[in-house]
């Protein structure tokens, strides 16, 4: 097997979904799989998922708040819990804040959701990873305006739009800021092709693949519980779009996660 990363997974949440992954994590590291980022959407989840996963050696955490409604209503409180869980946490095991960000399909101003709230918990966690000098992996579901305007806010700031839904001219705009733009198993879904023509066009240098897991299974298994060994689909597909070998493509992501997040890379 290729060494593919997979950048974003939720490890802990594979579980109660019916899949072993304790089983499969020692069985894809066993087979050649790269590295695993783990990664954070509760203040208080940091240590519970290092205790779970933390004997892998090639598998790495962030911590991070997802923005949920109640998150953003108890921020002030969400971020103390957050700093303290990364203060006990051994530093090089956590590799990034986040994820966290903006979802204009949940929080809608129409809806009563607090839009000002949702900014905060973001403006506090990118304060906290330009504070630890850690990149920031952006949650941005119909929030490209907001996202880049909060980026762009915080000068030094560095990470990468994760499951990228956007198209080129959106993926451009990331790129100017300096940002990694990283694509799920939605690239391959059969209405995705704007996200596809972002795909051949983010500079390999600037390029992440992830799954997600447990949600958004890649074509053919669209609709499963998804786990990291799926992203071997993400990555052919890609390679195909873009007209490059498989191995080339997994190189080039190993390179940005080892560059952007310090994840091990196999020689
Ligand atoms: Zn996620």
């Known amino acids: 097997m290729n060494s593919y990363i997979d950048s974003h997974a939720h490890l802990s949440m594979l579980g109660p979904r ?54 953003i209503s108890d921020r002030e409180r969400e971020i103390a819990a957050l700093e303290a869980s990364m203060a006990a946490a051994e530093p090089n095991r956590l590799v990034a804040v986040g994820e966290c960000g903006f979802d204009r399909h949940w929080n809608k101003a129409e809806d009563g959701a607090d839009i000002k709230g949702e900014r905060e918990l973001f403006d506090a ?43 080129k001219e959106e993926a451009r705009r990331f790129l100017d800021l300096g940002f990694f733009v990283s694509f799920s198993g939605t690239v391959t879904y059969k209405n995705a ?57 997994v190189r080039a992501a190993a390179d940005n996660a080892h560059e952007l997040f310090g994840l091990p890379t196999r020689s």
């Open 193 to 249: 092709e704007s996200q596809r023509e972002a795909a051949r066009f983010v500079p390999l240098d600037r390029l992440l693949l992830e799954t997600d897991c447990p949600y958004l299974a890649p074509l053919p298994l669209r609709g499963k519980s998804a786990e990291p060994g799926m992203v071997e689909l993400t990555y052919a597909l890609i390679a195909e779009i873009r007209g490059i070998p498989v191995e080339e493509l």
């Open 18 to 71: 019916g899949i072993d992954a304790d089983a499969r994590l020692e069985n894809l590291f066993a087979s050649g799989f790269g590295a695993i980022l783990d990664v954070g959407t509760k203040s208080g989840d940091l240590a519970e998922r290092i205790r779970a996963f933390g004997r892998f050696p090639a598998v790495r955490f962030s911590a991070g708040i997802w923005p949920s409604a109640e998150a």
């Open 125 to 167: 966690q990118a304060r906290l990873a330009l504070a630890r000098d850690l990149p920031i992996i952006i949650h941005s579901r119909e929030a490209v305006e907001e996202t880049e305007s909060a980026i762009a806010a915080v000068p030094g700031l560095r990470g990468v739009v994760h499951c990228f839904s956007y198209g």
